[in-house]
């Protein structure tokens, strides 16, 4: 229903504003060429001080490629060689790290885009074209990953099952529906459940959505609340 309030912000609200950082990223100094008095010509010396403003941007996103060596010592006692292990989230020769499947499983799932609108994000942005068949093994890796924790309150007595709202925001799944499309598979809606399920809960914990799935990816557990 309509308020008939004016959009924006309302009067007695706080609001947000962009606020000055107290150490910049960069500097860039621009120093007058002459003299604003006389004319003459001014070096960059002698100078009695300076106004600042300030600029917040992105910086140019570039994939980095970060190469993993198992070192291969052969003993001095037994001439036996041995390899170190490799981390256990680099298990392919080549891959995509959890920074580029956090980012495909934020678009899909949370901000609900289609798989061809997901690879042309990731395109857009990163100057990579990743195949839908890869967002959709994404998924399927953050929805194993996920899977311990699904209905945890009937494992844990510790966990609360009546105050979860994000297993109760249904609305979600006919918001999805609208805008890419019917789901395909019971898989490919149970997928989109539980981890939309797991960025609900994230986000009412005060965690943004994208650390929280990239934090899926990495094998480490975010922080919870739990009521007392």
Sequence with gaps: KKT??????????????????????????????????????????????????????????????????????CCGGCGTISQGAFPTEVSQD???GSGIAALATYANVHQLLPLDRTTELIEDICGRRISEGTV????????????????????????PFDNNLAERDLRMMKVKQKISGCFRSIVGAGTFATIRGYVSTARKQGHRAIDALQAVFDNRDIKLKFAE
């Design 4 to 73: 008939g309030k004016p959009s924006g912000g309302q009067p007695g609200h706080e609001g947000t504003r962009l606020e000055m950082a107290a150490e910049p990223d960069h500097v860039k100094e621009h120093w007058p060429e002459v003299c604003a008095g006389c004319g003459k010509t001014l070096g960059q010396k002698h100078e009695s001080g300076y106004t600042k403003r300030q600029v917040h941007d992105i910086p140019p996103i570039e994939i980095e490629v970060t190469e993993h060596r198992a070192s291969q010592v």
């Design 136 to 159: 959709v093994n994404m998924l399927a890796t953050c929805t194993e990953k996920l899977a311990p924790k699904v209905l945890l309150f009937a494992r844990d007595f510790a966990v």
């Design 94 to 96: 080549v891959q995509y």
